[in-house]
């Protein structure tokens, strides 16, 4: 073969030869990995450069096997040691892992495999393998390691849960110290065991969430193996285990945090209503009035409803500032508070403005009429002696009234007309209420033309007189009768006394009313008596105003006699409230009536603020349980208790007992198992005209 053929060959060779240690240069630093050849009969080395690199030596250096025991820690010379021998006798190099100490210091983890190649003779002769740097596979394991033991021992509760059963797969001890469970039972368990309130549905809305994000958090309650509860927040994460779809959940006890959230929450809430509400009162305050006036506005225009708004000031409040001081004032502005909201609906907003200024907005108001019921009674409630630290204190009230959306449609002119109405109160003489008005409302005209009909019903004896009979329950027997006026109008007809008795009161025509009443009543008495008939004892209604009359006495002796009306027949009701008005003034009256042989009763017992001390001093025959206590029994418990005690004090003074507004069968049986044999109301009889009565009375001879 030409030289120069020859030449060209062996230049292809040297080239591919070139190319194929290259390759397998770029393959070693790929893979981290050296290879090496050591001749066990002359003791010479060969390292490829990577695992020069992974000794860490210069290339310069002549490796050898001493080279090697030099770098190897000493924890693991000698068991590199029994690996060479080991080699030699079987011919292979096993996976061999240990740690070197590199020529710049650095500690590595390195895995040898080899094996012995051996000559024609079967001796040994080359000895030839791979080192690779595993330093970092290491440092991974040994780092998987410790987040395992982290994780197992964390504090934090983990578990693996099944993708489709929801049943555990994992939990750590975190889990199982929280819960009280072994690992053994939660493998036996799923996630509704221990969330009581998880639902399937719950869970598939979760689901759902995972399909779109990678981790979902969720606020949970847990339940413990002891049965106690509390509240988690968890971590949910996709992943597979063991080849399989699962959760991985991570808890944490959040119940402290629950509970910092909740008093963070009570701390904004009472900033809040401490930012809308006056604080010696605790009512709403000028801020929280203008948005609830705002609001009020809003729904009524909305629902096409009335509202009013009150403006009040008490009378002459600077006075007792200025005399008993600020203290004594801040109690009186605190029982004032009360007495406002105990005439007010729980829809209705009542505020303290500022010093004695307080207001008040009347939702949804049905007739004009309802809203002067409510002012009169604020009026009375207000005036009634407030007795603070020792001192009985005497204060009244001025109100002023507006009308939305009679008077106005906004905010600001109704608050203007309700305070402009208030100082036409005082200048009226104050303790009194006003609509605000140019110059006469329609209710004030309305009130006149009722003032000026009661005049005419006066002259034209349009007023009868009904009778409400008044039954002793155990002997189904009729003991009394009750008188009721009724205004026999000549174009409406029958008018019930609430119709036009608070205007009587108001302009001082009940006085003639009630004596219309009182010689009508008397003079049917005296002629069913007369005949034949036992009507037992007439009961009278007497207003405060007509017994402070000068001549009552002397006219009520007179009508007696003119009418043969016997002084047993007569009894005479007081309403709680006007006796304790004046009450000592009361006891000296009522007992001037008393010994006229004329039994005397409390109306509407219960419903005031009787003080028992004057109770016991007035010449008094019988209480009267109002209805308001009679018509929720027996079912209300309050109302039971509030009667049996009215019973057990009225048996006490030796009074005897009736109770109104009886009109069920339970509610007489109760009053009478309780000792309340005498019953009034319409389970037995509604009022009834005097030919009625007559033919009741006839039927029981």
């Known amino acids: 073969m030409p030289v120069k053929i020859l030449e060209e060959n062996l230049n292809l060779a040297l080239k591919k030869l070139e190319a194929r240690e290259n390759s397998m240069r770029q393959f070693e630093e790929l893979s981290n990995l050296g290879s090496w050849e050591i001749n066990l009969k002359t003791n010479t080395t060969l390292w490829s450069e990577q695992t020069y690199n992974i000794y860490g030596e210069d290339y310069s250096v002549k490796p050898n096997l001493d080279l090697f025991f030099s770098h190897l820690v000493q924890e693991d010379f000698h068991r590199a040691q029994e690996m060479l021998k080991n080699a030699m006798i079987t011919g292979k190099v096993t996976s061999f892992q240990c740690k070197i100490k590199r020529k ?32 970092h596979l290491v440092s991974i394991k040994e780092h998987s390691d410790e987040l395992s033991e982290l994780i197992e021992h964390s504090s934090n509760e983990i578990y693996i849960v099944c993708f489709e059963s929801l049943k555990y797969l994992y939990v750590n001890k975190g889990a199982c110290k929280a819960l009280g469970y072994t690992a053994g039972e939660f493998l036996s368990m799923n996630i509704y065991d221990v969330n009581p309130y998880l639902t399937k549905s719950k869970v598939q809305r979760l689901k759902n969430e995972l399909l779109q994000n990678d981790y979902i958090l969720n606020r949970t309650e847990h339940k413990r193996k002891d049965g106690s509860l509390y509240h988690a927040q968890s971590y949910i994460h996709k992943l597979k285990y063991n080849g399989a779809d699962a959760y991985v959940i991570f808890d944490i006890d959040i119940t402290q945090t629950i509970e910092a959230e909740r008093k963070l929450q009570e701390q904004s809430q009472q900033l809040q209503h401490q930012a809308q509400h006056d604080t010696l009162t605790d009512l709403p305050n000028r801020t929280l009035f203008k948005d609830r006036l705002s609001q009020a506005i809003i729904s009524s225009k909305r629902n096409e409803k009335t509202f009013a708004l009150l403006f009040i000031d008490l009378d002459q409040f600077k006075k007792i500032n200025d005399s008993l001081g600020h203290h004594i004032g801040d109690e009186v502005l605190i029982e004032a508070s009360k007495r406002l909201k105990e005439n007010l609906r729980e829809e209705d907003t009542l505020a303290r403005l500022g010093g004695d200024e307080f207001t008040i907005i009347l939702k949804d108001i049905k007739n ?32 002023g009234i507006s009308l939305y959306p009679q008077d106005s449609l906004n905010a600001h002119d109704l608050i203007k007309y309700a305070d402009t109405a208030m100082y036409k109160a005082k200048d009226e003489g104050r303790d009194n209420f006003q609509f605000y008005s140019p110059d006469m409302t329609a209710l004030a005209f309305e009130r006149v033309v009722m003032e000026n009909s009661l005049r005419i019903a006066l002259k034209e004896d349009q007023f009868v007189v009904y009778f409400q009979p008044q039954y002793n329950a155990q002997t189904n027997t009729i003991v009394g009768m009750e008188a009721l006026v009724r205004w026999q109008h000549p174009a409406l007809g029958l008018v019930p006394p609430g119709k036009f008795i608070p205007i009587a009161e108001e302009s001082g025509l009940i006085v003639e009313i009630d004596q219309i009443v009182m010689k009508k ?166 009022p009834l005209a005097t030919d009625k009565i007559t033919l009741l009375l006839n039927a029981a001879l």
């Open 368 to 399: 004009i009429q309802d809203v002067s019921n409510i002012s009169q009674k604020i009026v009375q409630a207000i005036k009634e002696p407030m007795k603070i630290h020792g001192h009985t204190l005497y204060v009244s009230s001025s109100i």
């Open 104 to 135: 710049n210091g650095e500690i590595a983890d390195i895995l040898i495999n080899g094996q012995v190649i051996y000559d024609e003779t079967n001796n040994p002769d080359k000895l030839i393998g791979t080192t690779q740097d595993i330093t």
């Open 521 to 686: 009543a008397m003079q049917q008495f005296s002629s069913w008596y007369k005949d034949g008939l036992n009507p037992g004892t007439l009961s009278l209604n007497l207003a405060m105003k007509q017994l402070s009359e000068k001549y009552f006495i002397q006219m009520l002796l007179e009508t007696m006699h003119t009418l043969d009306f016997l002084p047993q027949w007569l009894e005479l009701e007081v309403t709680e409230g006007q006796v304790m008005n004046n009450p000592d003034a009361s006891i000296e009256k009522l007992k001037v009536i008393s010994d006229l042989g004329i039994e005397l009763a409390i109306d509407d017992f219960g419903t005031g603020y009787s003080s028992l001390a004057y109770l016991k001093k007035l010449p008094l025959n019988k209480l009267k349980i109002d209805r308001s206590f009679i018509k929720d029994l027996p079912q209300d418990d309050e109302d039971a208790a509030i009667t049996k005690a009215i019973i057990a004090l009225g048996k006490s003074l030796n009074l005897t007992l009736i109770a109104e507004g009886v009109e069920t069968e339970e509610q007489r049986d109760f009053l009478v198992i309780n000792g309340c044999a005498n019953i009034q109301g319409f389970f037995y009889s509604p």
